[in-house]
């Protein structure tokens, strides 16, 4: 059966830090591969997707993962993070329409 | 083009009522997901739904959880006879016909607080 794993349930980091969120999942296939943010309160904002091609794929707010098949992973990562990056960021697999999240990874930015 | 509208954002019920959550979806989209989100933990899938037709409600409990998403007007996750644990976050998700391959966009959620 499909899932994800995000193994971190909560990181802190100093901002100007770098930053990595882990993400592995277990799928038949291939999937499409998401990063979700969600802001207390708020509902997901999706950061970035794969679904072919350049394994290295760029999102907004300066966010990049890597998909690398052999490890089944899906990392999500920042070169520096920023105060208001602090937030819920949550990893998701799909195929056609079905789409799992992983309990997702807290951030905390310390100043 | 307006987001993903959900409403109310937070709902409050006692023990016993019955709650109705609503989804309107993005201009265009004629899929809609549900998704319950309990402290600490992710999103977990309750119901995938076109337009009068349900297509798979694996993720609905099976007693007092139902949904729908008529022809006209949003979709409805209704809660029958409330209890203390449904207390959680719902959010909807639209998406076109092509579903997550092109990409479904989240509402904000509605928190249902039971007391």
């Known amino acids: 059966a499909q899932s994800v794993t995000q193994p971190d349930i909560h990181i802190t980091v100093s901002e100007g830090a770098s930053l990595e969120l882990r993400c592995n999942y277990s799928y038949g296939a291939t999937p499409y591969l998401f990063w979700y943010v969600q802001s207390p309160g708020q509902g997901l904002q999706l950061l970035l997707k794969?679904?072919?091609?350049?394994?290295l794929v760029q999102g907004i707010k300066g966010f990049e993962a890597e998909f690398k098949r052999s490890q089944s992973s899906f990392n999500l990562r920042k070169p520096s993070v920023h105060w208001s990056d602090a937030a819920e960021y949550f990893c998701a697999v799909g195929a056609g329409n079905d789409m799992r999240f992983g309990a997702g990874t807290r951030l905390t930015v310390k100043p | 083009n307006a987001g993903v509208m959900q409403n109310p954002r937070h709902l409050v019920r006692r023990r016993g009522q019955e709650a109705r959550l609503r989804c309107s979806p993005m201009?265009?989209?004629?899929?809609v997901y549900w998704y319950r989100q309990l402290p600490e933990e992710g999103l977990k899938f309750m119901v995938y739904?076109?337009?009068?037709?349900?297509?798979?409600e694996s993720g609905m409990p099976k007693e007092r959880f139902s949904a729908e998403f008529p022809k006209e007007g949003p979709s409805i996750l209704r809660i029958q006879q409330v209890v203390r644990g449904d207390s959680a976050a719902y959010f909807c998700?639209?998406?076109?016909?092509?579903?997550?391959?092109?990409?479904?966009?989240f509402g904000q959620g509605t928190r249902l607080t039971v007391v």
């Open positions: 998700a639209s998406s076109p016909p092509k579903g997550w391959a092109t990409e479904a966009f």
């Open positions: 201009k265009g989209h004629s899929h």
């Open positions: 739904l076109q337009k009068e037709n349900i297509i798979d």
């Open positions: 794969y679904f072919s091609g350049d394994t």
